[in-house]
C-alpha cells in the first residue's frame, strides 16, 4: 500500500503547478470577502475533485472485479488519449497571443462581485472544465485504480490525492488565515511572478507530461 500511496501522490502533487487556479484563489482571497470567497473556492475545489476521484476509483474497482478485457487496455487508451489532449493544449497555449495587461483588472473586477456560494460553486465546475488538471488529476488515480488494494484502502489513497492535488488552493488560503497581517502583500507577490511565468508554464508543463503520457501509452501496448 505505501508504494502506491507514495507513487500516487507522487503524480499527485503536479497539481501545484496550477497557475490557473492559484491565480483565481489569491484574487478571491484579497476580494472584498477575502477568506470566505477564498475559502468557498477551495472547498469546492477540493470536494470536486474528491468526488470525480472516488467515482472514478468506484467503476475501476466494477470493472477489475468483473474481469473484463477493458480493464487490461484501459491504462494505455488513458494515457495516449490525456498525452494527447496534454499536447493539444500545448500547442493550444503556443498559438494563443500573450494576454494583454489591462485583462487582469477586469477579471479583478468579477472575482470582487462573487459571494461564498457562487466561489464553492466557481470551484467545483473548474474542476471539470479545466482538462489539463483533469488529466495530470486522472493520471494520479490510474496508478491507484490499477493496484491490487482493497476498495477501502484505495478510497483512502483517493482522498489523499485528491487533498495533494488541491494544495495548490488550500496553501493561499492557509496563508492567509495564519498570516492576515502580511497575507495580501505576499498573495500578491506570489500572483505577480505567476503572471510573469504563466505562458512559458502554460506550454512546458502540458508539453512535458504529454510527452510521457504518451509514451507510456504506446509503450504499453509493444
Not at 500500500?1 to 501545484?16: N, V
Not at 498525452?83 to 503556443?94: E, P, Q, R, V
Not at 470582487?112 to 488529466?135: E, H, R, S, Y
Request: proline share 4%; hydrophobic share 55%.
Amino acid at each position: 500500500m505505501l508504494k502506491i500511496l507514495l507513487q500516487s501522490l507522487l503524480l499527485a502533487s503536479t497539481g501545484l503547478l496550477s497557475v490557473g487556479s492559484i491565480t483565481i484563489v489569491i484574487l478571491l482571497l484579497i476580494s472584498k470577502r477575502g477568506w470566505r470567497n477564498g475559502l468557498g473556492y477551495a472547498l469546492g475545489y477540493t470536494t470536486a475533485y474528491s468526488i470525480i476521484g472516488v467515482l472514478v476509483v468506484l467503476w475501476g474497482y466494477r470493472a477489475t472485479e468483473k474481469g473484463t478485457s477493458e480493464s487490461s487496455t484501459f491504462f494505455p487508451v488513458f494515457l495516449m488519449f490525456f498525452g494527447t489532449l496534454l499536447l493539444w493544449l500545448a500547442f493550444k497555449n503556443w498559438r494563443k497571443p500573450a494576454s494583454v495587461e489591462e485583462e487582469e483588472p477586469r477579471f479583478f473586477s468579477m472575482m470582487d462581485k462573487i459571494t461564498p456560494p457562487k466561489a464553492f460553486g466557481f470551484g467545483a465546475m473548474v474542476t471539470v472544465i479545466n482538462f489539463k488538471n483533469l488529466a495530470l488529476f486522472m493520471s494520479a488515480l490510474s496508478v491507484v485504480i490499477l493496484s491490487d488494494l482493497v476498495l477501502t484502502e484505495k478510497i483512502i489513497i483517493t482522498l489523499l490525492v485528491a487533498l495533494v492535488f488541491c494544495l495548490s488552493v488550500i496553501i493561499p488560503v492557509l496563508i492567509y488565515l495564519l498570516f492576515p497581517k502580511h497575507a495580501t502583500e505576499l498573495l500578491n507577490a506570489i500572483k505577480d511572478r505567476i503572471n510573469t511565468y504563466r505562458r512559458p508554464i502554460g506550454i512546458g508543463i502540458p508539453l512535458f507530461f504529454g510527452l510521457i503520457f504518451l509514451i507510456k501509452g504506446i509503450s504499453a501496448f509493444l
